[in-house]
C-alpha cells in the first residue's frame, strides 16, 4: 500500500534559520502531495499541495517540489519565525484517501 | 469558510463504555473521515463515508463503528471503549471523491479511557 515517510523530529531552530523537512512516499499510480500544518491545540489546515511532478507548492513562505525521480517532496523555509512553531505532516492521496507521515515537530525559539 | 466541528475537545470515559464521537461539516460535503493520531505514528484513518449511509472500512476500523444519517453529520462509536483507544480523533471532509481534493479537519477531540 502507499506510504509516507519524514524525517524524524523533533526539530529545533533558531529564528530566522533555514528549514528542510525531508518526505519521501511511494505510492501506486500517481498522488497528489500534500504539507499538512497543526498548530498547538488545533486541527491540522493544508499548507500546499502539489498535483503533479515537477509542481512547487508555496505558501506563506514555505515551499516543496513533487519530484517524482527521487520520490519526495521536501518542505523548506529559507527563514523560519517563533509563530512556524507546529506539527508538520507530509501526505499522499489516491483516489481521495490521504496517507500520512509520522509528523515533525517543529520548534523556533527567539 | 468550510467549517468541521467536533462535540467534544476533551472526553473522559471508562473502560466499557459506549462512546460517541459527532461531528458536523457545514460546506456540503460528500466524504467525511475519522482519523486517531497518536505520537510518532501521525494520522491512521479509521473509517470513511462518501454519502449519506454509506461507509468504508479505513486501515485500523477494529473496535469502532460509524453512523452517517445524515449528509453533515459523521458519528463514530465505541462500542466498548478500551484504554488502548486513548488517543486524539479528527474528523475531515471534503468534496467528491479526487486525487487533490483538500481534506477540511476539525479541531480533534482527545479521548482518555481510563
Not at chain 2, 462512546?19 to 473509517?47: A, K, S, T
Not at chain 2, 470513511?48 to 472500512?57: A, G, L, R
Not at chain 2, 465505541?78 to 486525487?99: D, F, H, I, K, R
Request: aromatic residues 12%; negative net charge; charged residues 20%.
Amino acid at each position: 500500500g502507499d506510504s509516507v515517510t519524514q524525517m524524524e523530529g523533533p526539530v529545533t531552530l533558531s529564528e530566522e534559520a533555514f528549514l528542510t523537512i525531508n518526505c519521501t512516499y511511494t505510492a501506486t499510480g500517481y498522488p497528489s502531495l500534500f504539507w499538512y500544518v497543526q498548530y498547538p491545540g488545533e486541527g491540522l489546515q493544508l499548507l500546499l499541495k502539489a498535483t503533479k511532478a515537477d509542481d512547487k507548492g508555496s505558501n506563506k513562505g514555505f515551499e516543496a517540489t513533487y519530484r517524482k525521480e527521487t520520490t519526495s517532496f521536501h518542505l523548506e523555509k529559507g527563514s523560519v519565525q517563533v509563530s512556524d512553531s507546529a506539527v508538520y505532516f507530509c501526505a499522499s492521496t489516491s483516489y481521495g484517501k490521504l496517507t500520512f507521515g509520522q509528523g515533525t515537530i517543529l520548534t523556533v525559539h527567539p | 469558510d468550510v467549517k468541521v466541528t467536533q462535540s467534544s475537545r476533551y472526553l473522559v470515559k471508562r473502560t466499557g463504555e459506549k462512546v460517541f464521537l459527532e461531528c458536523v461539516q457545514d460546506m456540503d460535503h460528500e466524504n467525511m473521515f475519522w482519523y486517531r493520531q497518536d505520537p510518532g505514528l501521525g494520522l491512521r484513518l479509521i473509517y470513511f463515508s462518501y454519502d449519506v449511509k454509506m461507509k468504508e472500512k479505513g486501515d485500523i476500523p477494529e473496535g469502532y463503528s460509524v453512523s452517517r444519517e445524515k449528509k453533515e453529520r459523521f458519528s463514530l462509536i465505541l462500542e466498548s471503549a478500551s484504554t488502548n483507544q486513548t488517543s486524539m480523533y479528527l474528523c475531515a471532509s471534503s468534496l467528491p471523491q479526487g486525487s487533490y481534493n483538500e481534506q477540511f479537519f476539525g479541531p480533534g477531540t482527545r479521548l482518555t479511557v481510563l
